[in-house]
């Protein structure tokens, strides 16, 4: 492929790579990751509501890594409440996986903003074999597209298996119990989900540039070994 080319491909796979930097950024400080919807089962049971009832008794939900808001309903009237997760519901929430999702979170960026580095090093400068390279420019998509998996992987856990909406809705709630009714994933942890394809795009285009995957021989290198056998 022509050097032309491959300084297009890799500028742009550099570009790419700076986006979502930057949109991992913006997620991380967001609370818009999770919106839940959750239902007062005490004030319901008192009163028996059912149907169109049961919207008095209906609250909502939304938080990020690091804080969020919400609106309680409990048949007398909305009350707005705001928390952070650190240090207000430390006591509540599965924290080594919380950190671990904010510390996989960080090394995203970080990777992410070193690989948007080499990508346009390997377009504009000449780059070394190893660390520069090809071989780099696969490892720390791999690496980076991992770490986003896991964020992904961890947070999901946090919300669903420890069930951390219903968390947030019962802390220092001794008179009432919120029980969860619907909880989707919002704009922040798609932003993550787009970075982690995003590096795997690299990666194809990487490759698209004339480069081999790591680990994978050419042609023309296993033709060479098995004349050199056959001579001896």
Known sequence: MPNQQKKV?????GVL??????????????????KATFLCKTGALLVNASGQELDKFMGEIQYGLFHGEGVRQCGLGTRPFRFSFFPDLLKAIPVSIHVNAILFSMILIVLT????????????GKPFETLHGPLGLY?????????GCLVMILFASEVKIHHLSEKIANYKE??????????KYTTSFWVVFLCFFVHFLNALLIRLAGFQFPFV???DTETTNVASDLMY
Do not use: D, H, R
């Open 9 to 13: 491909i890799f500028c742009m796979a």
């Open 17 to 34: 790579s700076f986006v979502c930097a930057l949109g991992v950024v913006t997620a991380l400080g967001t609370p818009f990751w999770v």
């Open 113 to 124: 903003m070193v690989g948007t580095a080499f990508f346009m090093y390997n377009a504009f």
């Open 139 to 147: 490892l720390l998509s791999f690496i980076s597209g991992s770490c």
């Open 174 to 183: 001794g008179t009432y119990a919120y029980k969860t009714q619907s909880e």
């Open 217 to 219: 021989k050419s042609k």
